[in-house]
């Protein structure tokens, strides 16, 4: 579904413009009905990593490709364009407290024909996500927890073939983590396995829901638990999970 393969990028760092390589040779894939999550610590590029994988941002070198169109050969009009039809990009920063958040889903939903098809879509997605009651409320008035339903809702309103989720699910605690995880799981099945997801995440509890985990550390993806080589932290915390349940 969505691979990025062997992408760098670097940026000029302080006043003496001092060259710092965030991403070195990073690759990975995503799978249609999986959950792929990268973890690392503050400014450590995972910000970076997924906005070059939505198309966002272009890398110095490397590839990204989505099914069998490859991004990185697109123009910016070309690569807007599949974005708005089949890229999801999900994070909290820069939207206005004061927007209501009936409009954030609506944005999702720009190719319905009719203002009564797009409010009836609308109404749909918040019930699916249990946040009807939200619907009229504005985004600085919600909790943590709406806000990440009413994200969910936006992501998946206009049905595409990759969510891009940038530490949304950071800071929830548990049982919100989990039950936000459990959510997302649940809408990817509605999609009838045609969507995967890559996620961020800043502490290694807010992606043990994932499928694959990889540590990103002086810009180098490394697999570590979740990952099909090396799972058994994932499995056991599943297992505790199922024995709770």
């Not at 110095?60 to 990009?89: F, H, M, P, Q, Y």
């Not at 002086?218 to 599943?238: K, M, N, Q, S, Y």
């Amino acid at each position: 579904m969505l691979v990025l393969s062997e992408v760098c990028q670097g940026f000029s760092h302080g006043r003496s413009k001092r060259w710092l390589q965030v991403l070195s040779d990073a690759s990975l894939n995503v799978e249609t009905g999986e959950v792929v999550a990268v973890i690392g610590g503050r400014l450590a590029g995972k910000t970076t990593l997924l906005r070059i994988a939505a198309g966002l941002a272009e890398p110095e070198s490397g590839l990204v490709r989505l099914g069998d169109v490859t991004l990185t050969d697109l123009a910016d009009r070309e690569r807007t364009k599949l974005r708005e039809r089949e890229i999801v990009w999900l994070n909290t920063v820069g939207t206005s407290a004061k927007l209501r958040v009936s409009k954030i889903v609506g944005y999702s939903l720009a190719e319905c024909r009719g203002r009564s098809e797009r409010e009836r879509r609308v109404a749909e997605m918040f019930e699916r996500v249990g946040a009807t009651d939200c619907m009229e409320s504005r985004w600085g008035d919600l909790s943590r927890f709406e806000q990440v339903l009413v994200a969910y809702a936006q992501a998946f309103a206009g049905r595409p073939r990759v969510v891009v989720i940038d530490d949304l699910l950071d800071g929830l605690g548990e049982p919100w983590t989990r039950e936000a995880s459990d959510l997302l799981r649940s809408l990817l099945e509605d999609a009838g396995h045609n969507c995967g997801v890559l996620m961020s995440a800043s502490d290694r509890d807010s992606a043990l829901y994932a499928d694959r985990v990889w540590l990103l550390d002086a810009g180098r993806l490394i697999p570590t638990a979740g990952h099909r080589e090396g799972e058994a932290d994932i499995l056991a915390f599943r297992h505790r999970r199922a024995t709770a349940d």
